[in-house]
C-alpha cells in the first residue's frame, strides 16, 4: 500500500514538475521579447534634426542568453542601424519617420540569435510650448536559424502623446498607447497547458506613461519615467498571459568632458498575473524584475563615437523555477552619418 502511494505521489510530482517547464518555458519567452526590443546602444539623435542616420557594431559577453534559472551565457555581435526623417509642415504640423535594424547574433546558443526590424510614423504639431503627437509603431522580430522556434511577432503600437516643453532644460510628457502583437507560429493555449487553439497567440496591450527629464546643468541630465501595463491575450488557461505591471526608470547622464559621457539607468518592474499560478503551488504569479545600465561614450571625432556597456537583470518571483539574473557586457563603435 505504502509503495503504490508513494509511486501515485511521484507520478503526480512528475506531471507537475513537467507541466512547471512548459510554464517556465512560456515566461522565457515573454522575458526575452522584452529584452531584444530593448537596446539602447546608439546615441540619440539631437532634437533639432531633419536627417539622422547612424550605424553600430558591438560585441559583448551574455551570462545568461535564455534567462533561465539554469545559466548558459555565449559571446555575441550585434549590428546596429538607425535612420531617422522629420519634416515641417504647414499650420505648424511635423512628420517624423524612424527605421531601427538590429542584428543580433550567438556564437553557441544560435537558436537565440534574432532580427528586429522597427518602423516608426509620427504626426506631431505644436501648439505654444507643447507637442501633441499620434501614429504608427511596427516591430518586426524573428530568429535567424531556429526555424522550430515560435516566438516571431509582429507588433503594431498606435500611440498618442502631449510633450510639455516647460523651457529649453525641462519637458514632460504624458503617453497613451494600444498595442497587438501578434505571434506568427504560437497557437494560443486551450483550456490545459498541453492543448491549443486553432488560431495564433495574440497579445493587446495597453500602455500609460508618464516621464519627466531635465539639463540641470551643462553636464548633469536626470530623468525619471513611470509606466503601467495592461496585457490581455486570447490564451485561455489561466488567462495564462494576462497581467497588469508598473515600471519606474530614473536615468543619469553626467558630462565628464566634451567627449567623454557617463550613462547610467536603472529599472524597476512589478508585473502580477492575473491568475497564473505559481509552479506546485496555489498562490498567485507576482515578480519583481530590476536592472541596471552603466556605461561610458567616447567621441572619437565628429562622426566616431566608442562605448562600453555593463547590464545587470534580476527577476526575483515567487515561482522558484521562473528565478534568474543576468550579466551583459558589451563594448562597441558607432559612426554618424
Given at each position: 500500500m505504502w509503495r503504490r502511494y508513494i509511486y501515485l505521489l511521484s507520478l503526480i510530482m512528475l506531471i507537475q514538475l513537467s507541466i512547471s517547464a512548459n510554464l517556465s518555458f512560456s515566461q522565457e519567452k515573454e522575458d526575452k521579447e522584452g529584452k531584444f526590443l530593448r537596446s539602447g546602444k546608439l546615441l540619440k539623435k539631437p532634437d533639432n534634426f531633419k536627417f539622422f542616420s547612424s550605424a553600430g557594431i558591438f560585441f559583448g559577453y551574455d551570462s545568461n542568453v535564455n534567462l533561465s534559472p539554469v545559466r548558459k551565457g555565449d559571446l555575441f555581435q550585434e549590428f546596429l542601424y538607425t535612420f531617422d526623417f522629420k519634416k515641417p509642415l504647414r499650420n505648424s504640423f511635423g512628420f517624423i519617420f524612424t527605421y531601427d535594424l538590429d542584428v543580433l547574433n550567438y556564437n553557441e546558443i544560435t537558436a537565440a540569435s534574432n532580427i528586429l526590424n522597427h518602423l516608426k510614423f509620427i504626426i506631431d504639431k505644436k501648439i505654444s510650448s507643447?507637442?501633441?503627437g499620434t501614429g504608427y509603431n511596427l516591430d518586426v522580430f524573428f530568429y535567424q536559424h531556429n526555424k522550430?522556434?515560435?516566438?516571431?511577432?509582429?507588433?503594431?503600437?498606435?500611440?498618442?502623446?502631449?510633450?510639455?516643453?516647460?523651457?529649453?532644460?525641462l519637458y514632460q510628457q504624458l503617453l497613451f498607447e494600444y498595442g497587438i502583437k501578434a505571434h506568427l507560429d504560437r497557437k494560443a493555449l486551450a483550456d490545459t497547458i498541453s492543448t491549443y487553439q486553432d488560431k495564433e497567440l495574440v497579445d493587446k496591450r495597453q500602455v500609460i506613461e508618464y516621464s519627466i527629464g531635465s539639463t540641470l546643468t551643462p553636464k548633469v541630465f536626470l530623468g525619471f519615467r513611470t509606466r503601467f501595463i495592461m496585457n490581455d491575450s486570447n490564451a485561455r488557461y489561466l488567462d495564462y498571459y494576462d497581467y497588469k505591471a508598473y515600471e519606474f526608470s530614473p536615468n543619469l547622464?553626467?558630462?565628464?568632458?566634451?567627449?567623454i559621457s557617463l550613462i547610467s539607468r536603472f529599472s524597476f518592474t512589478r508585473r502580477a498575473y492575473h491568475s497564473r499560478l505559481v509552479s506546485l503551488a496555489t498562490d498567485k504569479e507576482k515578480e519583481n524584475i530590476y536592472s541596471a545600465l552603466f556605461g561610458i561614450r567616447y567621441k572619437l571625432s565628429k562622426n566616431n563615437l566608442v562605448s562600453i556597456f555593463y547590464t545587470y537583470r534580476d527577476d526575483v518571483s515567487k515561482d522558484p523555477l521562473e528565478k534568474y539574473t543576468e550579466n551583459i557586457f558589451t563594448c562597441g563603435w558607432q559612426y554618424n552619418f
Open positions: 507643447f507637442v501633441i522550430d522556434e515560435d516566438g516571431d511577432f509582429l507588433f503594431h503600437k498606435f500611440p498618442f502623446y502631449i510633450k510639455h516643453n516647460i523651457s529649453r532644460k547622464n553626467y558630462k565628464l568632458s566634451r567627449d
